[in-house]
Nanobody, 116 residues
Framework: QVQLVEFGGGLVQAGGSLRLSCAAP????????MGWYRQAPGKQRELVARITRGGSRNYADSVKGRFTIAGDNAKNTVYLQMNSLKPEDTAVYYCNAEVGVERPYWGQGTQVTVSS
């Protein structure tokens, strides 16, 4: 099973910033969208941000104005710039890639911890 490769995450102070990166193998074709989900212990996994191949972006209400998602279609790469981080952003962040006829691909997860 091929996995997406995530970079970033870590421990930051409230108000700080982190940048997450996610790369899909170039052998994966027909990626329609990539995005980021997060999950805290005891909580359901939720969509944080998503970008389509055409550049349409969606954000969870809780991160609008603070997070920015961007992608590089040629490199099958997506980025998540997280600014003004809050303790409530603490979670494991998972990269996701949607493809046309295959099951979605997921990254390994990266821990983001925001301290008060």
């Amino acid at each position: 099973q091929v996995q997406l490769v995530e970079f970033g995450g870590g421990l930051v102070q409230a108000g700080g910033s982190l940048r997450l990166s996610c790369a899909a193998p170039v052998s994966i074709s027909s990626i329609n969208a990539m995005g980021w989900y997060r999950q805290a212990p005891g909580k359901q996994r939720e969509l944080v941000a998503r970008i389509t191949r055409g550049g349409s972006r969606n954000y969870a209400d809780s991160v609008k104005g603070r997070f920015t998602i961007a992608g590089d279609n040629a490199k099958n790469t997506v980025y998540l710039q997280m600014n003004s981080l809050k303790p409530e952003d603490t979670a494991v962040y998972y990269c996701n890639a949607e493809v046309g006829v295959e099951r979605p691909y997921w990254g390994q997860g990266t821990q983001v911890t925001v301290s008060s």
